[in-house]
């Protein structure tokens, strides 16, 4: 692939400059010093530090693949607004005070069925675009061919 903007031919796949550039670590760093403090003691000081996750550079972070999107939130919200709200179907008052709670819920099922809408139908025609992809490493520029 030759880039179309600056001719090199450094260019890369998204997907292999973001999988390159993302590592999960986990490592245990030990660090000693020693420091001599106000009237000529010795202290010695240590510590353990321990990192995980993911290391990703700044590279890679700029070749994400696109994220579906959470259904996280919106199922609690949903879930709890309708049973809140319907759990008060037992006189007019409460009723009454269960309603709003009802279209909370029922905002959340909504906002849940557009998500579940964006990612089986529109998530895999944004992934596949990221697939086909990819960056030139001399301008940073992203361009997309099939
Ligand atoms: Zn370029």
Known sequence: MKCPKCESE????????F?????????????????????????????VTKTSGQSQSV???ACTPPAK??????AIVAFFGLLMGLSGFKDMSTILAGLP?????????YVLYFRFQFNS???PK??????????CHKCGGIYHQA
Do not use: C, D, M
């Not at 999107?69 to 919106?74: I, L, N, R, S």
């Not at 944004?126 to 960056?135: A, D, L, N, R, T």
């Open 126 to 135: 944004v992934y596949q675009y990221w697939v086909e992809s990819w960056i």
């Open 69 to 74: 999107k959470p259904y996280k939130w919106p």
């Open 59 to 61: 590279l890679a972070a």
């Open 19 to 47: 999988h390159s550039g993302t590592q999960n670590i986990s490592t245990t760093s030990n660090s000693a010093g020693v420091g001599i403090g106000s009237g000529g003691r010795i202290g010695f000081g240590g510590g």
């Open 121 to 123: 139908k529109e998530w």
């Open 10 to 17: 450094n260019t890369q796949r998204l997907e292999v400059a």
């Open 101 to 109: 709670l009802l279209g909370i819920g029922a905002f959340s099922g």
